[in-house]
Structures are given as structure tokens and as C-alpha cells.
């Protein structure tokens, strides 16, 4: 490419020379990271700082009668011990609802529960001292009388009359329902030749990020300002939320984030425990560090999924699909969570259900229970696994009733790769999705067909393997439809701002966050593409509401997409900005330069005329040599939200091969496949790295993780030993391929990838289970598929 | 209880509690943050420091129990360069997301690297199977040590 062609106006920014973008380039953050030199909360100690221990209800549903703290008070190193009633004088309570999920209830949630605690592991009281040690020690001095109070765990008998109404005020134990019924669905069953249905199993899990939520508030009362550093994916909602309950000003309260030991939509929320957190340390005026324990993280990280979901599908005997029907319960323990509510997952379900295909006919029901459980909230991929187990589980159940092949039965019903745009039943609209494109990448990177050989060879000898496919949408980039329309104060748009420095690099401060995703890198890539400039020069800063744009952060695969496509623009504007200083000093116009390894060079032959660095001097220390009536705007800010699509749809497909051993009921995986479509590939390590990352949090769900409850609403296994995470010895190698469908409602053309592994790898696995053991006539339709279900299943035990 | 220690070459005397242990004596009382926890119970493997010469798990060994010892953390593995080519390799493979496993899954796959010069895939997944990952998947992580021990067997990566 000539230097020539290099100017703006013609060519794309994504097509520049020396581009970064589609590019694979280290991380700038990793080596920092990789010799422990990384500041996560849990690392951060300020002086005067204590510590906070929260004494937790052991009960899932109890009366607090009495608390008596006199001895723990007495002990050597305790600052405070501050039960519910107190803290709420400095930090008022919330309700998790939002105003577009019609008939969403909740009900007041306090900072530390005051007379009754709803769930195993919400706090009673916050024990305070000069070290985690002493307070921990101060806690088992501290004796609560509770009484015990009837709970409600089972979601299928929240809604009985006899069951015990847990918010007596709201009147019932319903939180949500949704109905939707779309296109002739009676008619369109009446009209199959087959009806399959089948109930849908999934377990209760959570996110287990490797570091566990920590917070660290420091309340300045000679300042009247509130510092919260928090490993957080939303720092401006935190600021938000924070000053609205503590009675302050947004400007009164910053929130930094520095490293962040995973997130997952864990850390998106507002928990309790962090409120009364940052509340102690306005009321005791100092800093206040809580790290959660693991035990504390399986009883208060958000849980995720635990839904029932009966479904039936109706086909013709030529493969057609005439129509989808769903009947979803999920219970979300005792509140719906704050700010984002506990009802979005459901109303996923209800959304994504179907969503590869192209019926019309579609009747959904979702009802969101309250239970005295661990809250439950969005997780990666909210939504999505429950959506995509079902309708793949119910296409596979299909095509084995009549008899064709689960790649066929796809290729007869996924929506047309030409059919864009266009809406789904539930209304959701795509721009352009490519699922055939998918499935035939698919089909031959796992060579389909001979793997069907393998297959029928190796059943001879007695093993069984199988092979499962899934498709599936994703939501990504989602605009304020998602929770601005609903009142909650998270915002939908990013910005970016970009600045020459007097040495010629670029300063990026972005309102995205990073928790290992690659915002960091992606967003220089972006910015170092448009201005010309290399990656080593541009530093960008993120997580601090003090020094970056307002923004949403990094959340439902909207970094790229979003912050992205900010950073893009306002690199645009910065470049123009500086070809007219450049164009000033030489005397030139800035038509006739370009900016291409860190200086201002002719456009047309690609001479050097001026390094940045020096222009930058030029500009910073002599501006009086500069033409009169210039003044270089060397800062430039934009912001981007998308408005033309509430959400941009990508799609993909995955597939499983494994074997069962139908002795023990061990399931061994021995390889996974995804071909996914995000738009625009900024940097194909860090999507490959997001799939595989997601896939195996999938894989998870679908084997091992559940958090298991008692009838008394104990949580059983709240520990790493028992709580089983997918771990190196077990995962397969998993091949990841790409189609490209842009979205042209932005320049970069990105959308988000972070869910699509985590969306259809249970249902992958679940498919390939019931392939494995179709000739025993075993269908499991429940996950993790333990090895005593599959046993149960083949009726070994 | 007084102890007296090597930490990454440096000589360490210390006054702890008995119960403090060895993750948090090095964290809290020495300040070197790059030994994580994650479960405090064993089971994630982000606390992995060697003690003589053999990885060990940080958060159930006592400080006390380290008297004597010699340790060495992350921070020290770096700064002495030891394991500076299977960082590259991380770096280059983007191993990590978070990172917050990572100082413990490199001292995990350092210490494999030394116990066997070319070990297969299955072998390094074997290995790496008490250091929980939740970003990864695993995959890279396994790329990046496999290629570093072919490149230190002197073949191509």
C-alpha cells in the first residue's frame, strides 16, 4: 500500500498502514500481572485502614431477637461493631426494580439486615477491628438469638398457598412474570407431525472469579469525599449508587478500580456487604478494606441459572419447525438484586428462546420466584444457556424423532444468511447474522462427517461417544433498552478522550473497564490504527470515575463495541486536530499530510515532514512560533451509544465431541468446536481467548458446578473442595473459527464475543451426552450431568 | 514466635504469630502481594510459592513451619529472570486475563519445567490441575508452557 492511499477521507481507519487492528499484539498490561506487580483490592493498604468482618446469618430465614457484642467489644484491637439498625442511619435501603420488566417487585433491602435475615450468609452485624484476624476473632464472641423461621426453597412450591409468603408485604412470592405469544402456536402444533417436549433441568452456580469481591472505602471527612476502590465492571454506577444511599453529591464520591481478579457479571452488582462497607467508613471515618473469604463468596457472589424450564417443540416429518413453547421457573432467593434485578435472566430466556430460527409461532411463559436462597442475578451469558439448552435440546429431540440428522435439521430451519434484516418472535432485531455461514465452518473444521464414522466404528467396540451441536444468538453492544429505559442510572454510552502529550505519545482515558478482557489493548490498537501512532505510545487509563469520560464499562460484551467505537471517533478528531497544527507549521494543508509512524508525513509521497514529538514540542514550549491565530486542541473526547439497534445479535455455533464410559458414568470431553460471528475482529488472540475462556466456564455448568442446597435452605458445598470448577486435567483443546458480519451502525464495525462460549457450550455437551447414549435410550434433559444422573439415566443405579 | 528465613535471597527475621500463615506472613508482613489467595483452603493453587526447592501451597503451610526455609515468590522468580523466557511465552500467548492466578500457575509450570524436559500436553494439564483458571479455559496457558519447554530442549516452538 502507497502512502497515497493512506489519506481518512478514502480509506477506512481500519485499513491504515501499520494497522493494528485484526492484528494479534501482547497486552501492554501482562507483564505487570505476570511478576505480581498488579494492585488488586486485596493488595491495597492506606494508613489508618480496618478491616470489616461480617457476622452472617446461619439461618436461611430467621428472626434476629438479640444481639449481644459486650464481650467482643472488650477485646484488644475492635473498633466498632454496627448492626443493621445503626448503619441504616448512615446508608438508606433499595429496592431492586426496574420500571420496563412491568410488574418486577421487590422488596427494601438494608445494608445489614435489620430483624429478620432472608438467606443463609446475609450479614447481621459488621465487627470492625485493627486487623481481619482480630475482627474475625471478635466475631465468635459476638452471640445473635435467632428465631428460625419457615423457609421456602423448593421454586415449585414458592407459588402454593401454603407456602409461607416471604415479604409479607408484597403479598405473594411472585417477583416477575412474562407471557408472550407470538404468530399461531396452537395451529402451528396442531398442524406438526411430531410434538416433543421435555422439561429442562439447571443448577444453581456461580462465577467463583479467583479473587474474591473486595472493597476498600475510604471515607475523608476533612475532605467530605468518599474514595471506594473496588474491583468493579461499572465504576460510574458504583459512584452512583454509593452517593445515592449515603446522602452525597456523585462529585463526592470516586471510584477506582485497578486490577480486577475476575469478574463474569459478578462484580457488576451492588452488593450488601460492599454498601455497609463503604456506609462504616463514613460513619467511623477511616478506611475500611473488606475481602470476602471463599466461604463468604459461595453464600454472597451472586448465583446464576437455577431455572425450570418445560418446553415442546413441534416439526413436520420433512424437518420443518412450526413452532416453539417454553414455560420458565426460576427462584432468585430473597431479593431481586440492585440495581440491574434479578428478572433479566428470565426475560432473556424468554427473548433468546428460538432465536436461530426461522418460525414464527412461538408462546413463552416466565415466572421469577422468591425463595430463602442466595440472591440471584446476572452471570455470563444471562440467559443464554438456559435459552440455548432448551431450544437445542428440544431441535435434537425432534430430529431423532423423525429421524434426520441434527446438522440437517439446523441447515432446514436456521434463518436464511440473506434474510437480514429481520425480527424474531419475541421481537428482537437483526441486522445481519450469518448461522449457515457458521454451521458449514463448523461441519468441516470438525469433519463432521468422519467423526460420524469414528462414532459407529468405536460403538462396535463398546465405546460411546457422541457429538453435539448448538447454535445460538448472543446479545451484545446493548444500548439504554437494557436498563436506562428502566430508570437505573447505568449508563449505555462510553467515551473516550485522547490527548497528545508534550513528547508526542498519546493519553487514552476510557469509561471501559478491564478484568482481563483486553480493554487495555483493544483500545490502543484502536487509537494507535487511527492517529498513526505506535502502540508503546499510547497509554491508556481506565477505571477512575475521577480521571475518565462517564461511562457503562465493561459488561454484556459492550467494551469493544462501544468504548471501542468511542475511542475510534475521538482518534479521528484528535488526528484531524493535529494535521492542522501540522499543517500550520509547514506551511502545507492538512489534506496534503498523514500521520504514519509517529510523524506528520507527506500524503502523497510519504516523506517525513515533522515527528509528532517534535510537533508536540513545538506546540507545548513554543507556541509562540506557531501562525498567528492558532490554537492547537491537542485533547479531543467522543462518546458512543448505539441507537439504531437496542442490542447488536451476533450468532455461532458450537460442538462437542466426548465419550461416556457407561460403567461409571464419567464423561470424558475430547474436543470442542466454535464458530462465532462478532463483526469486526480488533485482535483475534483476545476473541479466541474470550471463546475458549467462556466455552469452559460452559463446560462447567454443564459437568460439574451446583451449588447445592438443603431443605433448610443451607448451602451444602460452599467450598472449592466440593464445589467442583472445571481445572486443567478435564478440559478439552477447543478449535475456534470466525465468520465476519460487521455492524454498520459503527465505523469499527465490532460487536461484543464474551457470551457466545458460555452461551452454548452446556447445550453442546448435553447434545453430545444424548448422542452418545441414544442407542440405550437414555435422555437427559438436567445439568451438570453428574455422573449419578447419567448412571440413573442408563439405569445402573 | 521468632522466625528466621531467605526470601527470594534476602535474609528475613521476623516476630509472628503462630497461626499466621506463610501466604499471609508474606503478603502482610513483607508486603509481596504477588502471592495471591483465593480459597484459603488448598484447593485453587493462586498462593503456589517454592519452599525449598518444591512448590507448596502457601495458605496451609505456617509462617513458623518456614523457619529456617528458603522461599521464593514470583517477585523473586522475575527479578532473577529465571522463568523470564515461559513470561514471554504467557505474553505472547495471552495465557492470562485477570492474572490473578497467574504467579501461581507460573511457579507451577516452572516447577514442572525442571522436573521434565518435554512433557506432553496431557502431561502439562496433569500438572497445572490443582491451579484453578476462570478466564482462560486453560488452553493458552497450556500452549505457553509447552512451547517453552520445546524451546529450551532447543527445538523449534
Known sequence: MTAASTNLGTLSVLDRPNSYIGKVVPRPNLDRLMQGRGLYVSDIELPRMAHVVFLRSPHAHARIMAIDATAARRMAGVIAIVAGAELATVITPWVGVLSHLKGLKSAPQHAIAIDRACWQGEAVAAIVATSRAVAEDAAELVSVDYEELPVVTDMRTALDPQTPVIHPSLGDNLAFERNLDAGAVDAAFAGSDEVVEAEFIFGRHTGVTLEPRAVVADWNAAEARLTIYQGTQAPHMVQNIAALHLGLEESAVRVVCKDVGGSFGIKVHIYADEMATYALSKLLRRPVKFVADRFESFNTDIHARDHRCWGRIGVKRDGTIMAFEIDDLTGIGPYSMYPRTSAIEANQVVNLVGGPYATKNYRARARVVFQNKNVMCQYRAVGHPIACSVTEGLVDLAAAKIGIDPVEIRRRNLIADDAYPCASPSGLRFELLSHHAALNKLVDMMDYDALRSDQAALRKKGIHRGIGIASFIEVTNPSAAFYGVGGARISSQDGVAVRLDATGSVICQTSITEQGQGSESLTAQIVGSVMGVSMERVRVILGDTDNTPYGGGTWASRGAGIGGEAALQAAKILRRNVLDVAAAILQSSPAELDVVDNAIVNASDGLLRIELRELARIVYFRPDTLPPGIQPELMATRHFVPRQYPFAFTNGVQASWLEVDTDTGFVKLLRHWVVEDCGTIINPQLVDEQIRGGVVQGLGAALFEQCIYDERGQLTNANMADYLVPMSGEMPDIDVGHVVSRTSETELGAKGAGEAGTAGAAAAVANAVNDALRPFGAVMTEIPLTPRLILAALRRI | ?157
Not at chain 2, 121 to 132: A, D, F, P, T, V
Request: hydrophobic share 40%; glycine share 8%.
Open chain 2, 1 to 157: 514466635m521468632r522466625i528466621l528465613l531467605d526470601v527470594n535471597g534476602a535474609r528475613v527475621e521476623a516476630d509472628v504469630l503462630p497461626r499466621v500463615n506463610l501466604a499471609d506472613f508474606l503478603r502482610e508482613h513483607l508486603e509481596l502481594t504477588g502471592t495471591h489467595v483465593g480459597c484459603e483452603h488448598g484447593v485453587c493453587g493462586a498462593c503456589t510459592v517454592r519452599v525449598n526447592g518444591e512448590i507448596v501451597r502457601s495458605c496451609l503451610m505456617l509462617a513458623v513451619q518456614a523457619h529456617g526455609a528458603s522461599v521464593q515468590t514470583i517477585e523473586g522468580l522475575s527479578d532473577s529472570g529465571e522463568i523470564s523466557d515461559l513470561q514471554a511465552a504467557f505474553r505472547d500467548r495471552n495465557a492470562l486475563q485477570c492474572g490473578f492466578c497467574t504467579p501461581g500457575m507460573l511457579m507451577a509450570a516452572q516447577d514442572l519445567l525442571q522436573q521434565q524436559e518435554l512433557p506432553d500436553r496431557q502431561r502439562i494439564r496433569q500438572h497445572l490441575s490443582g491451579n484453578y483458571c476462570r478466564c482462560t479455559g486453560y488452553q493458552a496457558i497450556i500452549d505457553a508452557v509447552e512451547s517453552t519447554a520445546r524451546a529450551r530442549a532447543g527445538h523449534a516452538p
